[in-house]
Structure formats: structure tokens, C-alpha cells
């Protein structure tokens, strides 16, 4: 009777061992949950300025978190919740090199969102745009092992541009293995790469291209001094609701009528909302948030896209069927354009 005693105890132990290591070993895979939903009248100030009226503009997060093997099982079976390798979330950058991609975009959001917030609201302003962003470079580029993630390219073949469109077009006018040369600053130190344009393909069309992801490195300057501090929160995706917040300040006029307003979105430099990833998780976090209108993105679906994904749809109809999901009455607006989302406060109004 005691052996068995002892035996049962050790099992036990052993058991709780396994669920433990279950619980706390980390796999190669992250989780998306959701995130938060923050006020923005705490990231934002024009000169001294703050927003002081009532209800909030409201950016939304995906939180990740590193998965453990119970953690993925859990995961599998919830519908909150998605399991992601590191090469679908990070590329193959490491944990510090995606962090501070993310910082990029962020600061691209932020200085893109002043740029049309300060459009709107009819106030100059000088943008001073400095080139590309290296985000990331193709193992089989030619510039693979002389451009590192965080260079910035100001010129191409001694041609200065004023956007990445036009860079991107100057590229796309030459041919598949035609030579180029680069010129970039690292560390406050310009250089010069040459190499030759590699063959990439997009929707199913073969390209000429560097074989990088890029995006643009711009500062903006204005009598109106604003300034947009979100921590350490990254990414591109709070364009639309920055814009809001700072042409709300700008114009010093009441567009929530008191509300919660969240919603997300990039944003371009001619009001375009942008599509972005994890929106039925930024939905729930609205919604715990109090949030009662919730701006989506009604983003395009190309013929090309569709064929690749039969299955795909715009973010206004993820956040649409995520809203169905959860049962919440908070209303879900579809935006094309930052005008769209101005628009529809002003007539709610």
C-alpha cells in the first residue's frame, strides 16, 4: 500500500511537470490576440495644445505573444486567437530587427498622418523627404550583402525622387539583370552599392526589382509644431485615426459628439485608407473598449487578388463578420478615403 502511495505521488509530480513544460516552453510560432484600444488624446499635442473633449479617438493593437505548446492548443480552438509561424509574422528578421521595423513604420504613419491632417485643415507645412527605409532584402538580391535593414536610399543611378512610387518606377523602366547603382546613407555616412535588377514576380507579372521592402523616410515640419508620441507601440496601422485626431485638434472642432470612435487603417498622402492585418482582433478590442463606432477599411479587391485568394475580403467585411461574431451593437463604417470617415461625423453630427 505505501509503494503504491509513493508511486501515485511520482506520477503526479511527473504529470505536473510535463503540463508545466507544456506551458512554459517556448515553439517558433507566436499568437495574435487581441490588443488594445488606446486614447489618442494622450499621443497627440499641437504646439501646446491637447485634446480636451469629450469622448476619444481610439488606436487599435493586435497583441502577439510567444506560443507554448498548450498555448498553440488553446489557440487552435479559439476563435479570438491565431497561431502564426515567425517567418509568416517576422520574415526572417530576428525579435530586435521586427521591433524596430516596426518603430519605421510608425514613424511613417505618424509623419504621413500630420502631412494630410495639416492638408486638411488648409495649414503649410515642409516635408522633407529623405528616400526609402531598407525594411528587408531577398537572400537572392545582388545587394544582399551590401544593404542592411534600417539604410536609407536617397538617390538611384545619382537620380534623387520624391516618393518610393517614383523610385519604384524608375526600376521598373529598366530591364531584369540591367545594372544599377544605389546611393545610401548609414550612420550618418553616404555610400554607394552597384549591383543588377533581379527578376520578381507580383500578382503572377514578372518585374524587374532590388529585392527589397521598403518604406519611406520623411520628416515634416509646420508653425503648428505637431507632435505624436505613441510609446512603444509600432506599425503603420493607426494612419487613419492619428489623422483624425490631429485635424480635430487642428481645426479645434467636436467630431465625436462625445463618442468613443476607434477604428484602423494606413493612411497616404492623398487620404487613402490602407488595408492592415488582425482586424477582427482590433474589433474586439474596440468593443471592450467601449467603442461605438468602429472605422474599417474598404479596400480594393483586385481580379488578380482574387484568383490567387478565392476566399479573401475587403477589412470592412472581416470586421463586419468578427462585429456578427462577438454580438456587439457598436457600428462598423467602411472608409475609403480619410474624407469618408469625416463625412460620416460630420452628418452623424
Known sequence: MKKRKINKSVLAVIL?????????????????VPGSA????????????????????????????RATPLGALLAHFSSAQTLVSKEELMGSSSDATYLQLQQYYMENSQNTAIEMALKLANKPY???????????????SSFANKLTIGDTIYAIDGQTFKSSEEFMKYIQS???GDSVSIQFERNNKKQTATGKLIELTANKVK????????????????????????????????GLMFTLETYSILTNQDLRNGQQIAGTGTISSDGTVGRIGGIDKKVIAADQAGAKIFF????????????AYPTIKTNYEEAKAAAKKINTSMKIVPVKNVRDALDYLKKAK
Open 16 to 32: 505536473a511537470l510535463i503540463v508545466l513544460l507544456l506551458a512554459i516552453v517556448p515553439i517558433p510560432y507566436y499568437i495574435e
Open 38 to 65: 488606446e486614447k489618442l488624446n494622450e499621443f497627440v499635442t499641437v504646439g501646446k495644445q491637447k485634446d480636451t473633449q469629450s469622448g476619444s479617438f481610439m488606436l487599435t493593437t493586435v497583441g502577439i505573444k
Open 126 to 140: 515642409d516635408l522633407e523627404y529623405k528616400g526609402i527605409y531598407v525594411m528587408d532584402i531577398v537572400k537572392n
Open 174 to 176: 529598366k530591364k531584369i
Open 207 to 238: 518585374k524587374p526589382g532590388i529585392g527589397i521592402t521598403l518604406v519611406d523616410h520623411t520628416s515634416i515640419s509646420s508653425d503648428s509644431d505637431v507632435k505624436i508620441d505613441a510609446g512603444s507601440i509600432g506599425g503603420p496601422s493607426a
Open 296 to 307: 474599417a477599411p474598404n479596400d480594393a479587391i483586385t481580379a488578380e487578388e482574387k484568383k
